[in-house]
């Protein structure tokens, strides 16, 4: 079986997943693994001004082993106005918040009925503002065989060493509070622009 890793499909992940993602040869996104709570599936970390700030999309009550392509959100609450108002809130200061704004915009007014249906359109626009290419494909079926699984790499509750390691660059709130290492993606690309591309190719594996 040809080499691959094994990758979950996040909200706009970490940091440290970009990197894992920008340095795989050939990627499978796990479509058909068992829904994790508590995890960046539905869950991304910004900087706000007290510290880091949680955002997590409702799902519907799932059973115990629902797959992620079969995991519907839900709308009970009005959470992509609290998504966005919290994003505006961080990062409206930020020196690349208007480049990227408009086209993340959207995504928090179209009401998807499958989280990995969102979680893919973000990743996508994402990788657009990364100018990172990538060789993937969805899995057919629940994997066990990969060259390399990131299943269960980034955990939402505690950061890894590298995580924890990586290099500094000036955030928001960072003039008068401490850096905070291993957030969502965003921001990275709020506060860095056409340079995070470049920050992602520096950290160490």
């Known amino acids: 079986m040809e080499d691959f890793s094994l990758f979950p499909v996040f909200y706009a992940g970490p940091i440290s997943y970009y990197k894992a993602l920008a340095n795989a040869d050939k990627i499978v996104f796990d479509i ?3 829904f994790t709570k508590q995890t960046y599936r539905n869950r ?21 082993k629902t797959p992620m392509k079969d995991l519907l959100i839900s709308y009970d609450e ?4 609290v ?12 020196p690349f918040f208007e ?13 998807f009925n499958y989280l990995l249906d969102l979680n893919f359109e973000l990743h996508s626009t994402t990788l657009k503002f990364l100018n990172i290419n990538l ?10 065989d990969a060259t390399v699984n990131y299943r269960n790499k980034f955990s939402s509750k505690k950061q890894s ?6 290099p500094a660059y000036q955030q928001v709130f960072s003039y008068d509070q401490p850096f905070i290492p291993d957030l969502s993606v965003l921001d990275l690309l709020f506060n860095l622009g056409p340079e995070a591309g470049r920050y992602l190719s520096t950290l160490p594996l």
């Open 135 to 144: 060789d993937s494909t969805k899995s057919i079926d629940f994997m066990t």
């Open 99 to 111: 480049y990227y704004d408009y086209l993340l915009a959207p995504l928090y007014e179209k009401q």
């Open 32 to 34: 058909h693994e068992h």
């Open 161 to 166: 060493k590298e995580a924890l390691n990586q």
């Open 83 to 94: 998504h966005w108002r919290a994003l505006v809130s961080a990062y409206q200061s930020s």
């Open 44 to 64: 991304m970390h910004i900087y706000g001004a007290n510290g880091v700030v949680k955002l997590t999309i409702p799902v519907h009550k799932i059973a115990s």
């Open 78 to 81: 009005d959470w992509q106005r």
